[in-house]
């Protein structure tokens, strides 16, 4: 599966895969909306999507992530799907990505689940997110683009998570820093957050949705 459940016991950052197990104990949210919502967590490598979008679903009771490098590395498992995926231009293939994304989302929403989407979302990915929960009323959208303005932070990071995603490879700090330097916080987000000083991310959820 491309989409994977929340998951607790996490560390603050960077977000490390660990084995599920309830979250009944968890702290949650005064009020968890009432009509399911479409979160979208955005912004460059190393800033701290995953783990803010897992510590999300955890303040949603649980709903679905569905992460761009999980969805990705899926289809790398297969050779003949690779060679056409290797065939596509950028646009094409960020396309192919954010669509089997969405895809997933939309049945969940349909079912009034809420649904995290957890990738480099720029302005193209969001309108089209919004586009999305405004076809599946009452579903609510909020975009949180995230940001890690400390180099030596977000290198920290990166060198010191494996995240073992089947089919997906290590992202090295060259390939990071690349796309960092590359990166412009989308200017439609919702909330703009900077995880450089390592915020907990549980207390950023429930911010959230106060």
Not at 94 to 109: F, H, I, K, P, Y
Not at 165 to 179: A, K, Q, T
Request: charged residues 25%; contains cysteine.
């Amino acid at each position: 599966m491309s989409a994977r459940a929340s998951r607790a016991g996490r560390p603050c950052w960077p977000a490390v895969p660990t084995a599920g197990r309830p979250s009944a104990g968890r702290a949650r949210l005064a009020s968890v909306p009432a009509a399911p919502t479409l979160v979208l967590v955005t912004g460059a490598p190393a800033a701290g999507k995953s783990t803010l979008a897992e510590a999300i679903a955890d303040q949603l009771r649980g709903c679905t992530v569905v992460g761009w490098d999980w969805v990705m590395g899926a289809l790398a498992q297969y050779p003949a799907v690779q060679a056409a995926v290797r065939g596509l231009n950028r646009q094409e293939y960020r396309r192919l990505g954010w669509s089997l994304m969405w895809s997933v989302a939309e049945e969940q929403l349909r079912y009034g689940r809420s649904v995290v989407l957890d990738g480099v979302a720029r302005e193209t990915e969001i309108g089209a997110t919004r586009a999305l929960a405004s076809r599946i009323p009452p579903t609510r959208c909020l975009v949180v683009a995230l940001e890690c303005s400390n180099d030596e932070r977000a290198r920290a990071r990166i060198e010191g998570r494996r995240r073992d995603i089947p089919g997906w490879h290590e992202l090295s700090w060259e390939d990071v820093d690349r796309s960092r330097r590359g990166w412009a916080t989308p200017e439609s987000a919702d909330r703009v957050i900077d995880t450089s000083g390592d915020p907990d991310p549980d207390e950023l959820a429930r911010a959230l949705f106060r």
